[in-house]
């Protein structure tokens, strides 16, 4: 279901995008995919390296961790991956982020905070959570899902300034009326946002179903889920709540209710526990 939620999601970001390139007209609206998908290609190559640097975050070592890299390398056996290097983040917040544009590059960091805190039943949770993400090539599907989003966003940076001006219809004539293009350029950005965030929640419920599969397990994320929540509350959040890779963390370092949640790249922790404790695990285990 959360596969056909992505796809429907992606399918309706390319329509505001061709819809907003039917507004201002076919080379502008060829110029503004390039040039997103062209920004978002650099980020899908060199994101892992950028993001990793920007949480400060170094290799651990199998010394350091003996467990955890068992562990890691256990759960990417089941997942059918290499196993991903493993890093550690200076922060005392409860947090973990999986990066790498495909499972042969993938990579796993933890806080300082969340290997002293969690049990080994709640690690392996969201180990096995991280690397859901790095198996369901989710960098990729993030990527295409930034590059719909950016090429709307340069498209309505456009259409506003070609209906101030005057401008907006390409060589051939194409293009709409000033007044259709400025209302069109204020609402697409919105909804193809909208459609970001809904791809990057689906993904989490995805990653969360992933993990529950592959340790057999439900209840070991649901309890570091809740433990996640309560302690991020009353720490202060140290690089991890970088907004730049906030969407990254297994918990959002940021929170939203009501309509904001529409736009939180998470979906509600109670949620994704609820769900979590309606698998049954003995089924789980053995499908696995």
């Not at 995008?17 to 039917?22: D, H, N, S, V, Y």
């Not at 340069?154 to 259709?180: I, K, N, T, V, Y």
């Not at 929540?229 to 730049?244: C, K, L, M, Q, S």
Request: with cysteine; glycine share 10%; hydrophobic share 50%.
């Amino acid at each position: 279901m959360n596969q056909l939620k992505t796809a429907l999601l992606l399918c309706a970001a390319t329509a505001i995008l061709l819809a907003a390139g039917a507004a201002m007209g076919r080379s502008w609206l060829i110029g503004a995919t390039v040039l997103a998908f062209a920004m978002n290609l650099g980020a899908y190559f060199w994101s892992d390296r950028l993001v990793l640097r920007l949480q400060r975050a170094r290799v651990l070592t199998v010394m350091e961790a003996p467990q955890l890299h068992l562990d890691v390398a256990e759960l990417a056996g089941r997942m059918g991956i290499p196993t991903p290097k493993v890093y550690v983040i200076p922060d005392a917040a409860l947090n973990a982020f999986a990066t790498g544009r495909n499972p042969e590059h993938g990579a796993v960091a933890f806080t300082e905070g969340i290997l002293r805190s969690l049990s080994r039943r709640e690690l392996r949770g969201v180990i096995a959570h991280e690397l859901s993400h790095v198996r369901n090539r989710d960098i990729l599907v993030a990527t295409v899902a930034a590059g719909l989003a950016g090429a709307v966003g340069l498209l309505a940076s456009a259409l506003q300034w070609g209906a101030l001006l005057g401008f907006g219809h390409d060589r051939d004539g194409e293009g709409g009326s000033p007044l259709g293009a400025l209302l069109f350029a204020i609402v697409a950005p919105i909804g193809a946002t909208l459609v970001q965030m809904g791809i990057s929640r689906s993904r989490e419920f995805m990653a969360d179903a992933g993990a529950a599969r592959a340790t057999g397990d439900p209840e070991g994320l649901a309890l570091a889920l809740e433990r996640l929540t309560r302690a991020n509350h009353v720490i202060e959040p140290g690089p991890t709540a970088e907004p730049a890779s906030a969407s990254l963390m297994i918990a959002s370092p940021f929170s939203g209710d009501g309509m904001m949640s529409w736009f939180s790249t998470h979906p509600p922790v109670a949620e994704r526990v609820r769900r979590l404790r309606g698998m049954d695990p003995a089924s789980l285990r053995r499908a696995s």
